[in-house]
């Protein structure tokens, strides 16, 4: 982790943060740190900054904490995703969160096995437990807001032309589209298949509520390669 | 996988394949393919086309060959990467190959553990296995080189040169550096760090050696997503 993420209620008076469990385990047995060292702390939702280690032993750690950064803009966008399977789940919610995704859509999809529905991953402490990853691993503080639609057809008929409006709609799909676009300056929506891709019937579907499709080469990426890829060719 | 890959071996006269072992159970039992069925096929090292299979049982798959589709194009990069963790390491060599890199070098580096040296993931037939899932997933039949380096210095400074030698060389590194260029049209060499990023040391080496460091902005990537997103960016 590069970025040591604190809460309001580790705080102890204005500067002053007591650590334990997760973190202080991480701090001794991964990050080693000792008494007097600094290292790069944030508060969730709020600045970064530094640390001081004033205490550490094995019950708890002790910091003076000084925070006057700010944290990394996130991406004009909002991001629709067929879900993936659990593993992958787990890795693209840090793949997002750490990119600075600010908006993520887990939408079911033809192709998405019924059973991924199932996972326990889908949790709401366990996908804020992938976002905090993400955050701690890219130096950033504020959680992306995760939108869970089990029901393709009425979110896209009936909420995503208001959720996309104002942007630039796309969906990646292989076949014979035009390439996606680099570098845009507008705030993008965009589609991402499960792995064998949209059905024609969604991507028509997506189509009617603004988002057009766009290809990027004659390779099929698995969906975890296909998410960076995309966010870094966009922007 | 979307590609059926095959070897000379398995050709029984011009056209005609017979297939046993990994292949035929993955065709049975996450294709679920009968005989009748047409499938994406690709011979190692040559053409793709399309497979008829002819008879399927436990024992063994029949298909009828036609093999008259060219292969994407690779891109024009020689990539360095300092070794990474095992885990990190099999998913990478199938994004890599995937992608279609052409040659990578596993590096040394400062911030490399010694331990990862040891991984039986190195073994040729480790790698090798890796590298087909990559290409069975973007439909590619050409395996990347892969050219393993355990000493960072003489590498660079030996061998470095006149591997990047007409290319544009460049080391990916968080800092005070120029953006990383978009949609470039020359060959390019990259070097991507380990967690934790390259020492100061080694980015003065690899600029010695003609690599200009750039940076991808002010978020940490895990190296599984500092590859895909700078190669979507470069190319």
Redesign the interface.
């Given at each position: 982790m590069?970025l040591l993420l604190l809460e309001d209620s580790d705080f102890i008076s204005a500067n002053r943060v007591i650590l334990q469990g997760r973190r202080l385990q991480h701090l001794r047995a991964v990050q080693r740190v000792e008494a007097g060292d600094s290292l790069r702390v944030g508060l969730l939702d709020g600045l970064m900054g530094e640390g001081l280690i004033t205490a550490l032993d094995e019950h708890h750690a002790e910091l003076d904490v000084r925070l006057d950064a700010v944290v990394?803009d996130k991406l004009p966008l909002t991001l629709l995703l067929a879900l993936p399977r659990p593993k992958m789940l787990k890795?693209i919610l840090?793949?997002i969160s750490?990119?600075?995704v600010p908006r993520l859509v887990l939408l079911n999809s033809y192709r998405v096995e019924k059973s991924f529905w199932q996972t326990p991953f889908l949790s709401p402490e366990a996908i804020r437990e992938q976002l905090l990853l993400g955050l701690e691993?890219?130096?950033?503080t504020v959680l992306p807001e995760i939108i869970i639609e089990k029901r393709f057809k009425p979110f896209v008929e009936d909420r995503l032309p208001a959720l996309a409006a104002g942007s630039l709609g796309l969906t990646g799909h292989p076949g014979n589209y035009p390439d996606c676009p680099?570098?845009v300056s507008q705030p993008v929506t965009l589609a991402i298949g499960p792995e064998g891709g949209w059905i024609p019937y969604e991507v028509e579907l997506l189509e009617k509520a603004g988002l057009q499709p766009v290809q990027?080469?004659?390779?099929?990426?698995?969906v975890?390669?296909?998410v960076?890829?995309?966010?870094?060719?966009l922007f």
């Open positions: 590069n990394p890795r840090q793949t750490a990119m600075g691993q890219a130096r950033d680099r570098a990027l080469g004659a390779r099929i990426l698995r975890e390669n296909a960076p890829a995309l966010l870094a060719r």
